[in-house]
């Protein structure tokens, strides 16, 4: 977990350009994606065990700070996955339509 390059870590935190992802139904595109995400989850994992737990009253505060944002990013990241299961599913139904319609003709 905690082998992350320079060269990942300068790569997943420069973002998004907006000409990078031209083709944005390209199979590219989404590696891409999905890569930078992986470092930017192994970067915050490595962050959360870097934190001090003392059992002190100082540790509630940290602690349920670093569970309020886990719980926004794991809404963020399930609406963000339905969004992708639902163009697969659509791509698929197409699919299949274009086959079955290939088929009978």
Do not use: P
């Not at 998004?16 to 891409?32: P, V, W, Y």
């Not at 989850?41 to 540790?59: H, P, Q, V, Y």
């Amino acid at each position: 977990m905690y082998d992350i390059s320079d060269f990942d870590m300068q790569d997943a935190l420069q973002g998004f350009s907006d000409g990078e992802f031209d083709d944005a139904e390209s199979l590219r595109a989404l590696k891409i994606a999905a890569a930078r995400f992986h470092t930017i989850r192994k970067l915050l994992l490595c962050g959360l065990l870097a934190f001090e737990a003392t059992g002190e009253n100082s540790d509630f505060l940290r602690w349920s700070t670093a569970v309020e944002g886990l719980r926004t990013l794991n809404e963020i990241t399930y609406s963000c996955y339905e969004g992708v299961r639902q163009i697969l599913s659509e791509e698929e139904s197409r699919q299949a339509l274009l086959t079955s319609k290939s088929t009978l003709a």
